[in-house]
């Protein structure tokens, strides 16, 4: 009897622990910094979606997400996605999907480029804004990234950030090896927009990014004011009924 309900207690306890865990933060150098996302920012959300659709979809699938589904949730009228978004050969209905096919994706870029549906959700907000600001140009002129070493994936948005070199720094480990580790960045060239442009850019993106992980929460969210609304007037309603019932017998 007493190890059954300590089994459950220890279910109960773990679900508690993973509901409220959030995202893992990969360990690596880069820009960490916290970001607050507010996918409730429909302008911000839709110059995410501008960038995600001119920039990211060439290589990366989004195929859990409708177009339409951004009309409802972006605040846009069927002609609006129609004109800003929809591929010419698409239609309302369709999913994100890409348009290079996974074999020529995997033929220029042997890694395929994984679909990024519910990365917002895998990786979290802080961890895509360093890793999208993270991108620099090592000794051989070659893209990489702090935060993802040795990707395959190019700076989508050098013109805009411009170029940036990483130094790194020796660090010995308890062991006494030494190891090199992230410093900091310095610029080579400037881009078209400042740093705080820049960054401006990324918040939009990674809040698309974060809201399509999860587009329900928009609805959800609202619905949610009514619900506790709905809760406070009932339990008024019942403390008064509670109220009139004991008035005679006290
Ligand atoms: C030229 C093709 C290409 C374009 C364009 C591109 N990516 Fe990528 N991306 C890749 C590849 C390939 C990878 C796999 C990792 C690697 O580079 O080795 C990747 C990886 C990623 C990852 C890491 C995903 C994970 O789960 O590890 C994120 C996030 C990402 N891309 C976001 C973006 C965003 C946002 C854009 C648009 C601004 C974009 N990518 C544009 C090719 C591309």
């Given at each position: 009897?007493?190890s059954?309900?300590?089994?459950?207690?220890?279910?109960?306890?773990?679900?508690?622990?993973l509901?409220?865990?959030?995202?893992?933060?990969?360990?690596?150098?880069?820009?960490?910094?916290?970001?607050?996302?507010?996918?409730?920012?429909k302008?911000?959300?839709?110059?995410g979606?501008?960038l995600?659709v001119?920039?990211?979809?060439?290589?990366?699938?989004?195929?859990?997400?409708?177009?339409?589904r951004?009309?409802e949730?972006?605040?846009?009228s069927?002609?609006?996605?129609?004109?800003?978004?929809?591929?010419?050969?698409?239609?309302?209905?369709?999913?994100?999907?890409?348009?290079?096919?996974?074999?020529e994706?995997?033929?220029?870029?042997?890694?395929?480029?994984?679909?990024?549906?519910?990365?917002g959700?895998?990786?979290?907000?802080?961890?895509?804004?360093?890793?999208?600001?993270s991108?620099?140009?090592?000794?051989?002129?070659?893209?990489?990234?702090?935060?993802?070493?040795?990707?395959?994936?190019?700076?989508?948005?050098?013109?805009?950030?411009?170029?940036?070199?990483?130094?790194?720094k020796?660090?010995e480990?308890?062991?006494?090896?030494?190891?090199?580790?992230?410093?900091?960045?310095?610029?080579?060239?400037?881009?078209s927009q400042?740093?705080?442009?820049?960054q401006?850019?990324?918040?939009?993106?990674?809040?698309?990014?974060?809201y399509?992980?999860?587009?329900?929460?928009?609805?959800?969210e609202s619905?949610?004011?009514w619900?506790?609304?709905?809760?406070?007037?009932f339990?008024?309603?019942?403390?008064?009924?509670?109220?009139?019932?004991w008035?005679d017998?006290?």
């Amino acid at each position: 009897m007493m190890s059954s309900v300590k089994i459950k207690t220890n279910i109960v306890i773990v679900a508690l622990l993973l509901l409220f865990s959030v995202p893992a933060q990969a360990a690596g150098g880069g820009d960490f910094k916290q970001v607050n996302i507010n996918v409730h920012d429909k302008s911000a959300l839709q110059r995410g979606a501008v960038l995600f659709v001119n920039n990211c979809l060439s290589c990366h699938a989004a195929s859990y997400m409708r177009y339409s589904r951004l009309g409802e949730d972006l605040g846009l009228s069927e002609d609006q996605v129609r004109e800003t978004f929809l591929p010419a050969n698409a239609k309302i209905g369709d999913t994100m999907t890409v348009s290079m096919t996974a074999e020529e994706a995997t033929a220029w870029f042997g890694n395929k480029a994984p679909d990024l549906s519910v990365v917002g959700r895998s990786k979290g907000a802080n961890w895509l804004n360093a890793y999208l600001t993270s991108f620099y140009q090592d000794e051989n002129g070659e893209w990489n990234n702090t935060v993802f070493p040795d990707l395959v994936m190019p700076h989508v948005f050098w013109e805009q950030q411009g170029i940036q070199k990483a130094i790194f720094k020796d660090e010995e480990d308890a062991h006494g090896y030494t190891h090199k580790v992230f410093s900091h960045f310095e610029t080579v060239s400037e881009g078209s927009q400042s740093a705080e442009e820049y960054q401006r850019t990324i918040h939009d993106l990674v809040t698309y990014l974060i809201y399509m992980g999860e587009p329900a929460r928009i609805q959800r969210e609202s619905m949610g004011i009514w619900v506790l609304l709905f809760l406070a007037m009932f339990t008024l309603v019942a403390y008064m009924l509670k109220v009139e019932y004991w008035k005679d017998i006290h």
